[in-house]
């Protein structure tokens, strides 16, 4: 079983980044919420904060590969951020890069079987898709496996 972790999950958009965090035991992501992107400064701030607050020890941001895994100028947009971001970084937090392909679209898929439609997630679909990059790292580490046949009643 891997160690208690304190991590969190960044889902990087020009527009709007996603926060969100591990619970204590770093078992199960949460979502922590949107951080404007256009000052790039002040996001970089607002993060830091979040990450002290939280006494972070690792620090998981996606990358938006392309469907055939490869990377292009997304991947280096995120990685251009994340170099500021980790400058700011107290030395010691462990950085991670995690495939973020089909988070959005999988947190979209939760937030309709929770009730809601587009128009009513746009403002928590990025911390919904940085919960589902985090959590993605969280069970990896865990050496977590799902599979939907494994749901009770399905025999």
Not at 121 to 143: H, K, M, N, T, Y
């Amino acid at each position: 079983m891997a160690e208690f972790v304190r991590a969190l999950g960044i889902d990087y958009g020009t527009a709007r980044i996603g926060v969100a965090a591990s619970d204590e035991i770093g078992f199960l992501a949460h979502p922590v919420e949107t951080v404007a992107a256009a000052d790039e400064a002040g996001a970089i701030e607002r993060i830091v904060a979040l990450s002290d607050e939280r006494k972070i020890e690792d620090l998981v941001i996606g990358l938006p590969l392309h469907m055939n895994g490869e990377e292009g100028k997304a991947v280096e947009k995120v990685r251009a951020f994340g170099e500021k971001l980790r400058a700011a970084l107290p030395p010691g937090i462990r950085w991670h890069e995690v495939d973020e392909r089909h988070t959005t679209s999988d947190a979209m898929a939760k937030l309709h079987d929770a009730g809601r439609n587009e128009k009513n997630s746009r403002a928590i679909i990025d911390q919904a898709a940085a919960v589902e990059i985090l959590q993605r790292w969280l069970d990896d580490r865990a050496g977590v496996e799902f599979f939907p046949e494994d749901l009770p009643g399905d025999d």
